[in-house]
């Protein structure tokens, strides 16, 4: 099993949604639907990721990996959360090198959680 | 395996540390260390939960269930965050009904990730 993009899909970033137009989360996932899923990323939707002030939030999680949760995500940054979802893929424990990051990785963390089993229990 | 309790150790909660002080996670951590855990939980001490600002953070994870994140954790909620904690390790897929939750579990959610596996898989 490879790593696994969620997209929090009913999203409004803490704010109100205009008349005829999206929540923030689904026009993310409108945006990440549109371009081909990296190897080894599902794209999976979700309902709520809980972090509803500091959406729209994507959570990053992979067997034996720190799970990633990022938050104040817009349609416009598409792009940059599948290469950070393709660099996290290509680990096994889901630290990536800091410069290979996109920015907006490195700068809109809003948590992150260890791994649940111990690499020696999880084999 | 039950229910891993990690708390944030190096956690300023954005705050700068007063000389002599410890940081507000290493504050936390004396406080639920001097507590007993509850059945079920294993409390864990993290070098970096990576919610720096919204620290001093806590994060719930168990197998096959829903992992949280709490943030702007004191070491007065020390007792909260234990029943808190105990409450999600009674469940299975760590979705604690909303009345049994600690008030600062309901109001100071920073993120959830959904479980890694689904139950059909991860049986």
Redesign the interface.
Known sequence: ?GA?L?ICMTCKAGLPVPEGEKPMGAQLWDAISALPAPEGVEV?A?D????CN?GA?V?L???GAW???Y?RMTAENAADILAGAEAYARTTDGLVAWRERPVIFRKQ??????P??DPA?EA
Do not use: D
């Open positions: 099993m696994r969620h999976i979700v709520c990721l809980s972090a500091t939030a959570a999680s992979m067997k799970s990633y949760v938050g963390s809003l948590a992150r959680i260890p649940l089993l229990v």
